[in-house]
């Protein structure tokens, strides 16, 4: 009984950090569904790693948005969903999406840290299926 009860007491944690996990992600999975670049820096760390169809940099906020912006405008979104989420051993959790735009599909990774409260997103991809 004892045996059973701590299996039940540790499924029970992870679907309840599972369930925590989406909502994490929210505000940017959010933004980028509207193609937002404004809202989505809004969750990013102070810099944060880009790589847009494989050229990756580090920018600041500022840059981010201006990178961003233009990304979402030569391809305009028509549907973004997250379709996994997890964790490391180290703490990182993540998210892969997909983002689909007129003809082109790129898979999205997104990872985020925990900063004091929020989670802030330190790494995003978008890669070109």
Do not use: C
């Amino acid at each position: 009984m004892k045996r059973f009860v701590l299996v039940f007491v540790f499924w029970a944690g992870l679907a309840v950090h599972g369930m925590a996990q989406p909502e994490i992600f929210n505000p940017a999975k959010e933004a980028i569904k509207k193609g937002d670049a404004t809202a989505l820096v809004k969750t990013f760390a102070v810099s944060v790693d880009i790589n847009l169809e494989g050229n990756i940099s580090t920018y600041s906020k500022a840059q981010s948005e201006f990178v961003l912006k233009e990304f979402f405008k030569k391809h305009p979104v028509t549907d973004f969903a997250i379709m996994h989420t997890g964790s490391s051993k180290g703490g990182l959790q993540f998210a892969v999406g997909r983002y689909l735009t007129a003809g082109e599909v790129y898979t999205v990774l997104i990872r985020v840290r925990q900063v004091g409260e929020p989670y802030l997103v330190h790494e995003i991809s978008f890669v070109k299926e």
